[in-house]
């Protein structure tokens, strides 16, 4: 059973850092795109980062960009979501995704283009 379990969430100050990790389970996913969405209440689900199997590529949406950095460790087959100067706007539930695709040179990013997804993780970002 495919498995995707996020961790690092919690309450952070605005200004502050989280790093996000989520591990992979049951299968490997280091070869395959993995990517971050978040989904604060009341809204829809949105693109956070994605990168390709190798890191080679990186996608970020643009309220995130210049704050984050995904980055992913194969061999731990695990993938994480650096987050920093956090702002009250980020507040969400943040979650991990992967789709099948093995040796790609992009990276999905939207919901639709991933199989996989983790529970989430809240982040909170307090004013």
């Known amino acids: 059973q495919v498995q995707l379990v996020e961790s690092g969430g919690g309450l952070v100050q605005a200004g502050g850092s989280l790093r996000l990790s989520c591990a992979a389970s049951?299968?490997?996913?280091?070869?395959?795109?993995m990517g971050w969405f978040r989904q604060a209440p009341g809204k829809e689900r949105e693109f956070v980062s994605a990168i390709t199997w190798s890191g080679g590529h990186t996608y970020y949406a643009q309220s995130v960009k210049g704050r984050f950095t995904i980055s992913r460790d194969n061999a731990k087959n695990t993938v994480y979501l650096q987050m920093n100067s956090l702002k009250p706007e980020d507040t969400a539930v943040y979650y991990c995704?992967?789709?099948?695709?093995?040796?790609?040179?992009?990276?999905?990013?939207?919901?639709?283009?991933?199989?996989?997804w983790g529970q989430g993780t809240q982040v909170t970002v307090s004013s």
């Open positions: 995704a992967a789709v099948r695709r093995e040796y790609s040179i992009v990276a999905p990013t939207t919901w639709s283009g991933y199989d996989y």
């Open positions: 049951g299968r490997t996913f280091s070869s395959d795109p």
